[in-house]
């Protein structure tokens, strides 16, 4: 049986990242793959109600961390590992990069806590849950929030949640958290100028993709 593959979507809100897992979800199955869509946090029934609450509800930022993780630990178990045993792929919205970005640089949680929780809920070492690929759409925040403006004023965004409603210098240091996990993991990790258009950003992806297969 062929060996399924983990691949997933980050960046800055505004930047395309879901636009361009939803994409890439649909070139794969037009090639005959296995996909299973799923994004973060949720992903489970219990990983959606708690992305209601952590969307939504006001907590203590250790409180949000656990949370993230709880849902990610559920997520794990009844969806990413069965479908990579039986050889499909996954297409993820998020998975623990935004943790040490939105947590992290975003909120300034402790790292090394970070880190624990990474540990305890994917595993250690060469039995550690990874993604074989991720791609970081990096944008910057001005225009990042535009776009989200555009589309909230043209009506197909939704009501901003807690942390797109947070201030600039939060975002700014998201984004910044994000370009420095790509410093740590070259190797796993690639940054896309999301400023490019759908047309050349499809055919990045494409090539990233068939590099894997």
């Not at 849902?71 to 919205?93: C, F, N, T």
């Not at 409603?165 to 420095?180: G, I, N, P, S, T």
């Not at 410093?183 to 499809?202: L, S, T």
Request: aromatic share 8%; charged share 30%.
């Amino acid at each position: 049986m062929p060996k399924g593959k983990f691949i997933t979507f980050e960046g800055v809100d505004g930047a395309g990242k879901s636009s361009q897992h939803a994409w890439a979800v649909e070139h794969l199955r037009g090639k005959g793959v296995e996909v299973v869509s799923t994004r973060e946090p949720g992903g489970t029934p219990l990983g959606e109600k708690l992305r209601g609450l952590l969307l939504s509800d006001p907590m203590h930022l250790e409180t949000e961390a656990l949370l993230m993780f709880a849902a990610r630990r559920e997520h794990i178990e009844q969806v990413i590992r069965p479908a990579l045993a039986r050889g499909a792929w996954v297409l993820s919205d998020r998975f623990t990069d935004a943790s040490f970005a939105y947590q992290g640089g975003g909120r300034g949680l402790d790292v090394n806590k970070l880190l624990q929780l990474e540990h305890w809920v994917q595993g250690e070492g060469a039995a550690a849950l990874q993604p074989d690929r991720t791609f970081i759409f990096d944008l910057s925040i001005a225009e990042a929030q535009q776009r989200q403006s555009h589309r909230q004023n043209s009506g197909a965004g939704s009501t901003p949640d807690r942390f797109e409603q947070e201030k600039l210098d939060f975002h700014e240091r998201v984004r910044a958290a994000y370009l420095e996990r790509a410093r740590q993991f070259p190797e796993r990790i690639r940054v896309i100028d999301a400023r490019q258009g759908m047309v050349e950003i499809n055919k990045l992806l494409e090539e990233e993709i068939a590099s894997i297969c």
